[in-house]
T-cell receptor, first 114, second 114 residues
Framework: DTGVSQDPRHKITKRGQNVTFRCDPI?????LYWYRQTLGQGPEFLTY????????KSRLLSDRFSAERPKGSFSTLEIQRTEQGDSAMYLC????????????FGPGTRLTVL | AQKITQTQPGMFVQEKEAVTLDCTYD???????LFWYKQPSSGEMIFLIY??????QNATEGRYSLNFQKARKSANLVISASQLGDSAMYFC???????????FGDGTTLTVKP
């Protein structure tokens, strides 16, 4: 399977703990996106990378959130000092910018903050 | 700023009938793409169909077609011959070609009745 993968699929943590999620995009895709989705809502854009450069961050991405894509391949999203309001599905998507606009999504990481 | 509006929170359709899911969008950019995604209860976002703003023909993918009316800024999804497996949440989304992020609507929950 050469689709977008995310790890872990589920994460339960206590308030105040740090969590890190990983996304592996489709191998030739140069753009990688992170979204957050809460129940009953559409995905909300968080940030995106072109290769290893982070090109845009949403104002939703507070200073507790950081994302990296160190070698232009996989990406990590870290949330420090988690809050109950961070409970959501975190989706990763990728595409080959310049060839297609279509983003392909991973299965998501469901975060529950107790 | 871009905005996607899906005015139908929930829709019902009888199996084997066609259904139209509405989507209107707002952007001042001339070059953009419009997408529809399906999200079943499992949570994965499944790409269905894409329409570029300069495409003159309406996009079709199997039982899915996109009714693109540029002057009205609408991009409705038509599902023909509905199947029980079509029951899911459907999201309309837009990406401006020279920008990075996608904007999603709040979705329409489709229920196919046997």
């Amino acid at each position: 399977d050469t689709g977008v993968s995310q790890d872990p699929r589920h994460k339960i943590t206590k308030r105040g703990q740090n969590v890190t999620f990983r996304c592996d995009p489709i191998s030739e895709h140069n753009r990688l996106y992170w979204y957050r989705q809460t129940l009953g809502q559409g995905p909300e854009f968080l940030t995106y990378f072109q290769n290893e450069a982070q090109l845009e961050k949403s104002r939703l991405l507070s200073d507790r959130f950081s994302a990296e894509r160190p070698k232009g391949s996989f990406s990590t999203l870290e949330i420090q000092r988690t809050e109950q309001g961070d409970s959501a599905m975190y989706l990763c998507a990728s595409h080959y910018w310049g060839r297609t606009d279509t983003q392909y999504f991973g299965p998501g990481t469901r975060l529950t903050v107790l | 700023a871009q905005k996607i509006t899906q005015t139908q929170p929930g829709m019902f359709v009888q199996e084997k009938e066609a259904v139209t899911l509405d989507c209107t969008y707002d952007t001042s950019d001339q070059s953009y793409g419009l997408f529809w995604y399906k999200q079943p209860s499992s949570g994965e976002m499944i790409f269905l169909i894409y329409q570029g703003s300069y495409d003159e023909q309406n996009a079709t993918e199997g039982r899915y077609s996109l009714n693109f009316q540029k002057a009205r800024k609408s991009a409705n999804l038509v599902i023909s011959a509905s199947q029980l497996g079509d029951s899911a949440m459907y999201f309309c989304a837009m990406i401006v070609t020279n920008a990075g992020k996608s904007t999603f609507g709040d979705g329409t929950t489709l229920t196919v009745k046997p």
